[in-house]
């Protein structure tokens, strides 16, 4: 079936360090990926998406590309700061009725 | 604000009890997920309605049961409850019926069962 797998986390940065969370998928065919972003308390939010093969999602400066050839959809972002420190959850949808959630990576951003 | 809303934010109860959690979806949104977060599981989907109807099922406890009412908004049941049950749940909404554009997460319901 499908999955997602994530790096384990924890992952701890100082400010302004670069950030990069690996993703890498199993489908069978070709499923929309997305970023999903958890602080603390709180309910998950889209952070980026990617629908296919090549495409870039952005946001609030981060960046994942679709990469069909490594079934990879790994996130970076070039300066952290400490109000992005959180939990990251890589996902991805066939087309189908659920989004399959990867472990969650958490990211603390020291001062 | 996500625009979906859930209610009551924590609950505690006592195994054996039944409750009941509560989700509105985004305005315009038909589509209404379930989900569990617990620390060992991950999120684990649960079940999904679609304008009123049921579409899918995932890992959902026959002691659990869920549905949508006419004016969208979704309630789920949690009977005969267990100390494993105690999690995190969440209510997302989409407009669609796929999944592929993602969906709209609210700020979850955390059940403690003591």
């Known amino acids: 079936g499908d999955s997602v797998t994530q790096m384990e986390g924890p992952v701890t940065l100082s400010e302004e360090a670069f950030l990069t969370i690996n993703c890498t998928y199993t489908?069978?065919?070709?499923?929309?990926l997305f970023w999903y972003v958890q602080y603390p308390g709180e309910g998950l939010q889209l952070l980026l998406k990617?629908?296919?093969?090549?495409d870039k999602g952005s946001n609030k400066g981060f960046e994942a590309t679709y990469r069909k050839e490594t079934t990879s959809f790994h996130l970076e972002k070039g300066s952290v700061q400490v109000s992005d420190s959180a939990v990251y959850f890589c996902?991805?949808?066939?087309?189908?009725?659920?989004?399959?959630f990867g472990a969650g990576t958490t990211v603390t951003v020291r001062a | 604000d996500s625009g979906v809303t859930q209610t009551p934010k924590h609950l505690i109860t006592a195994t054996g009890q039944r409750v009941t959690l509560r989700c509105s979806p985004r305005?315009?949104?038909?589509?209404v997920y379930w989900y569990q977060q617990s620390l060992d599981q991950g999120l684990q989907f649960l079940i999904q309605?679609?304008?009123?109807?049921?579409?899918a099922k995932g890992n959902i406890l026959e002691r659990f049961s869920a549905q949508q009412f006419p004016d969208l908004h979704s309630e789920l049941n949690l009977s005969s409850l267990e100390l494993g049950d105690s999690a995190l749940y969440f209510c997302?909404?989409?407009?669609?019926?796929?999944?592929?554009?993602?969906?709209?997460f609210g700020s979850g319901t955390r059940l403690t069962v003591v």
């Open positions: 990617a629908t296919k093969a090549d």
């Open positions: 489908a069978t065919g070709y499923p929309s």
């Open positions: 996902a991805l949808s066939e087309g189908d009725y659920k989004l399959s």
């Open positions: 997302a909404s989409s407009v669609e019926e796929s999944s592929d554009y993602g969906y709209t």
């Open positions: 305005s315009g949104d038909l589509s």
């Open positions: 309605y679609y304008n009123g109807e049921e579409r």
